[in-house]
């Protein structure tokens, strides 16, 4: 059973434009969430996190928005840049435990 | 800067060999966790070790077994390597999360492990 799932493998968005990547989960004791980004031959990297309490997170060109009535989590990247091609997961986790529940991943490609 | 490292990017063993992954981390985490990532299924957790000598069970534990003596250190262990252990393996440690922390893992690069 996924509890975490990214239902879009890949993703094209022409560079300057706006990259969403989405995040659904089912689990309702996830109280945190996180993006990581990943390039072939690299571990991933963390990106951005999201706490329950919050509907909304920035940090620069990111932004990561949260539908807890829905489930839903989806990372917004403005302006796409060439450098932001890579896969991008996203995580759930439920504070107190120690596990992760990893998304399957979207290949995201910026075209210049 | 934080520091995750694996001790081989890339390895490849016969059927049956019992290889070993090392992971040391230079932060002081408590925390520390072994991955495995294959197309279409994510990263899956396989242990993680909470403190020195402590170690608990991810998801799909067998045919793994882990070793932590020091808190920099964390070792996966093959015990019999098959061929359907072919994978990449990603070794990351986390402090423990404090309230209002952003519970962040920090990832190595990655072992590509081949198995024949």
């Known amino acids: 059973d996924q509890q975490v799932k990214q239902n879009s493998p890949s993703l094209s968005v022409q560079e300057g434009r706006i990259s969403i990547l989405n995040c659904d989960y089912t689990?309702?004791?996830?109280?945190?969430f996180l993006w990581y980004k990943k390039y072939p031959a690299e571990g991933p990297t963390f990106l951005i996190s999201?706490?329950?309490?919050?509907d909304k997170n920035e940090d620069g060109r990111f932004t990561v928005f949260l539908n807890k009535s829905a489930k839903h989590l989806s990372l917004h990247i403005v302006p796409s840049q060439p450098g932001d091609s890579a896969v991008y997961f996203c995580?759930?986790?439920?504070?107190?435990?120690?596990?992760?529940?990893f998304g399957t991943g979207t290949r995201l490609k910026v075209l210049a | 800067d934080v520091k995750v490292t694996q001790s081989s990017r890339y390895l490849v063993k016969r059927t049956g060999e019992k290889v070993f992954l090392e992971c040391v981390q230079d932060?002081?985490?408590?925390?520390m966790f072994w991955y495995r990532q294959d197309p279409g299924l994510g990263l899956r957790l396989i242990y993680f070790s909470y403190d020195v000598k402590m170690k608990e069970k991810g998801d799909i534990p067998e045919g793994y077994s882990v070793s932590r003596e020091k808190k920099e250190r964390f070792s996966l262990i093959l015990e019999s390597a098959s061929t359907n252990q072919t994978s990449m393996y990603l070794c990351a440690s986390r402090f423990p999360g404090l309230a209002g922390g952003t519970y962040e893992q920090y990832f190595g690069p990655g072992t590509r492990l081949t198995v024949t």
């Open positions: 689990n309702s004791m996830f109280d945190y």
């Open positions: 995580a759930a986790f439920t504070s107190g435990t120690y596990k992760y529940i």
């Open positions: 932060m002081d985490h408590e925390n």
């Open positions: 999201i706490s329950s309490i919050k």
